[in-house]
């Protein structure tokens, strides 16, 4: 059997993702959330009057409740005001124009009823879209990669991919090989988690409460709930990223 051909390096998704493997935990996740939170900035500053991203919203009735709250990082009151204000008169429509039809009359479980069929969203919330494109696509340039050495390092230890990662991308894993390899790096580096999360345990005995933790220690608690549920969607992270 022939071996694979060599990815290129020049895959501007991966230098996203290779950014993310240095800085530590799922690096899907981090892709995901600084992917996610430029185009709500972008959003907020660039389309705010744009017809076609109001239609939009208006058929996912605004953002999801995570993304509609990261808004306010960006603290641009002026801009959340303005699109909502437009969605929450749809709904304001919306709400009279049920109420005024007959089946108010034939009481309340049937007005919810129609209520809930008239006010469900069309379309998923836009950014959540973003979301799954975006981690999609990191995956796949991840998994390409996984035979290389330094993609290997970093996964088997400190960038380990969360449990909800970890399983897509097994489903992208195009062979057995890449497929085991992952789940070679996914085991050492829980390993890692496990070994700090006792030694977190241990130094909180009186006894050994003298030996200090080490800053991998400290954050092994973190990096356990991430192992499972994947990062904190709206943990701040800084500045605007002008990566992927």
Same mark, same amino acid.
């Given at each position: 059997m022939s071996a694979p051909a060599p990815v290129p390096d020049d895959d501007i998704v991966f230098f996203a993702v290779k950014d993310a493997l240095a800085e530590g935990g799922c690096p899907v996740c981090r892709v995901a959330y600084k992917r996610t939170r430029r185009y709500l900035w972008g959003f907020l500053y660039e389309r705010v009057n744009d017809p076609q991203t109001r239609e939009e919203l208006l058929a996912s009735r605004g953002f999801c409740a995570r993304h509609a709250w990261a808004l306010g990082q960006f603290h641009d009151a002026l801009g959340v005001a303005i699109v909502y204000c437009h969605l929450v008169q749809d709904l304001e429509r919306n709400i009279a124009r049920v109420g005024t039809e007959k089946t108010i009359w034939r009481g309340g479980p049937a007005l919810a009823a129609q209520l809930r069929k008239a006010l469900t969203p069309s379309q998923e919330c836009p950014a959540c879209q973003q979301v799954k494109e975006v981690e999609t696509a990191a995956l796949d340039a991840l998994i390409?990669?996984?035979? =290389?050495?330094?993609?290997?390092?970093?996964?088997?230890?400190?960038?380990?991919?969360?449990?909800?990662?970890?399983?897509?991308?097994?489903?992208?894993?195009?062979?057995?090989?890449?497929?085991?390899?992952?789940?070679?790096? #996914?085991?050492?580096?829980?390993?890692?988690?496990?070994?700090?999360?006792?030694?977190?345990? =241990?130094?909180?005995?009186? =006894?050994?409460?003298?030996?200090?933790?080490?800053? #991998? #220690?400290?954050?092994?608690?973190?990096?356990?709930?991430e192992f499972l549920v994947g990062r904190d969607p709206l943990e701040e992270r800084g500045g605007i990223s002008s990566g992927y």
């Open positions: 390409r990669r996984i035979q =290389r050495r330094d993609v290997w390092e970093r996964l088997s230890g400190p960038s380990g991919l969360c449990l909800p990662h970890f399983t897509a991308g097994l489903a992208l894993a195009r062979d057995s090989a890449t497929a085991h390899r992952l789940l070679g790096a #996914e085991l050492a580096a829980l390993a890692v988690v496990v070994r700090d999360l006792g030694e977190l345990i =241990r130094k909180h005995d009186y =006894r050994f409460s003298r030996e200090g933790l080490t800053p #991998e #220690e400290g954050r092994s608690w973190t990096r356990a709930i």
